[in-house]
């Protein structure tokens, strides 16, 4: 089987070594990374300005890689485009942090994977809860293969990528995994006004995440009491049963 792996955290991240180690279990593995972290990028694609590749050999011989000057978005859109990598399989991760409930728009994580599911690729986003860049990946590392496994058994379509949010726990206390949906909630955000060394003011985002969805179906359920949430996406916004609100307009 032949996978390609990205992520947001950038090619030299723990996460996505600890990903890797894993896939090169289930195939021949080929890498494309961010050169430099771009969390929180959402699905932004690089418009206007020159995208780079560079091949790296930060995972040796066996594992074809290059780090790309662009989001994770862009790195899939390079994978395929320009390195004509066509992957039966696409793993973004292991994510440094969460990506729950409204997570999911700004992740560069799970851009990645549904950037594979437009173009038709399999694709799983994996998150580790824990936002150390020296987080232990050895229990997400069983999970992921567990996960690997369930789907190569028993596969989603192509165009429904999965969101996997793992608890930071030892293997032994997390509960099992469980299909949920995403959680509603909001940020409370805040900024920090500061001053550089120029003299001028800036602005530092900081916040916190809102539940607002106490039900037990949820990512933020699920992640709470130490279980393995999967989350399938939508690639269509379309809220479909008001395609007919305004009556109307099809009158």
């Not at 991240?13 to 896939?23: D, K, Q």
């Not at 994580?109 to 986003?125: C, K, N, R, V, Y």
């Not at 900024?191 to 949820?218: A, H, K, L, N």
Request: contains cysteine.
């Amino acid at each position: 089987m032949r996978i390609l792996v990205c992520n947001d955290d950038g090619i030299a991240a723990r996460g996505l070594r600890a990903l890797v180690e894993v896939a090169q279990e289930f195939g021949e593995v080929s890498v494309v990374a961010p050169d430099r972290p771009q969390s929180g990028m959402g699905h932004a694609i690089s418009i206007g300005v020159p995208l780079r590749l560079y091949p790296s050999s930060i995972f040796g011989a066996d594992v074809p890689a290059w780090a790309c000057s662009g989001t994770p978005a862009d790195c899939v859109k390079l994978a395929t485009g320009v390195l004509k990598i066509r992957p039966d399989l696409l793993l973004s991760g292991i994510n440094h942090g969460a990506n729950f409930s409204i997570s999911v728009f700004y992740s560069g994580t799970l851009s990645a994977a549904i950037e594979g599911a437009f173009e038709g690729i399999p694709s799983i986003g994996f998150s580790l809860l824990d936002y150390s860049m020296e987080a232990d990946f050895g229990a997400a590392q069983a999970i992921v293969r567990e996960v690997i496994l369930l789907y190569l058994a028993d596969p989603f379509p192509s165009d429904v990528p999965l969101n996997v949010n793992i608890p930071n726990l030892p293997l032994s206390e997390i509960k099992g995994l469980r299909l949920t949906r995403q959680a509603r909630g909001r940020f409370v955000e805040q900024f920090e006004q500061r001053i550089d060394p120029y003299g001028q003011s800036y602005y530092w985002m900081v916040g916190r995440f809102e539940s607002q969805d106490p039900d037990s179906d949820t990512d933020l359920w699920a992640l709470e009491r130490g279980y393995v949430s999967i989350c399938p996406l939508l690639t269509d916004l379309t809220n479909h049963p008001y395609l007919h609100h305004w009556k109307v307009i099809h009158r």
